[in-house]
């Protein structure tokens, strides 16, 4: 009994049922529906299609709906560089049009103040500290 399961990423070059068929027939364990990309109509006619190939192959084939999480995006910066060196802070200005640097950078998602808290961990915070601007929390490091 094989214990690895195949998870295959379902997409515009693996939808036509014949190549779903074969998929299955391969040994697809999981259909990964990546909901970054496509309409909803499109997804839900590539787990209908998979349904059906997995039936016809008489073979279960689980479904992973991939959901994206929040877009966050930084903001312009000055002279588009910005350097930033381990153990010096960082400001995330949520929200903001302002031109950032190596001290305050814009973030495009408004709510990313309310969703973290100190002590958190961001993807950037093995170069540096974060703090969150505004609020009872203000000048608290986010590690």
Known sequence: MR????????????????????????GMDVARLNFSHAS??????????????????????????????????IGRIQDDVAELKPGEKLLLVCGSEEVGNGERISVSWQGLASAVDPG??????????????????RGQPIK
């Open 3 to 26: 214990r690895t399961k195949i998870v295959a990423t379902i997409g515009p070059a693996s939808r036509d049922p014949d190549t779903l068929a074969r998929m299955v027939e391969a």
């Open 40 to 73: 909803l109509d499109i997804h839900a006619e590539n787990a209908e299609r998979v349904r059906d190939a997995a039936t016809r192959a008489g073979r279960q084939v689980a479904l992973l709906q991939d959901l994206p999480g929040p877009k966050i995006r």
């Open 120 to 137: 958190d961990g961001l993807p950037a915070d093995e170069l540096a500290p974060l703090e969150r601007a505004g609020g009872e929390d």
